[in-house]
């Protein structure tokens, strides 16, 4: 039985789930960024949310669940799976965010 190359890749493809998130500084900025892992977990996108906040010395910024929600699922682009992998996460940066 042959498989069509297409059906291949929608069987091996991993979907991810992105978590809109907003943190605030004891400084009053605001980070927007989006915390992407492969389960729709809100308990793990926070504690990553914090933990990609303390590895940028932010560790004091606030995230809370109201301001880190499930928003929607994709296939993670090459460099956000190399991350996903790797750490369990990715970081996608938005606004007020170092670059």
């Keep these: 039985m042959l498989i069509a190359p297409q059906l291949l890749l929608e069987k091996d493809m991993t979907i991810s789930h992105v978590f809109d998130t907003y943190a605030k500084t004891a400084q009053g900025k605001t980070l927007h960024f989006n915390v992407v892992l ?3 977990n809100q308990e793990k996108a926070l504690i990553y949310a914090q933990d990609w906040l303390a590895s940028i010395g932010l560790e ?3 995230v809370t669940p109201e301001n880190c929600y499930f928003y929607h699922s994709l296939e993670a682009p090459d460099v956000m799976r190399a ?3 790797r750490q369990g ?3 996608y940066k938005m606004e007020g965010c170092p670059r």
Excluded: K, P, T
């Design 38 to 40: 492969d389960e729709e």
């Design 60 to 62: 004091d910024a606030v």
């Design 83 to 85: 991350d996903i992998d």
């Design 89 to 91: 996460y990715a970081i």
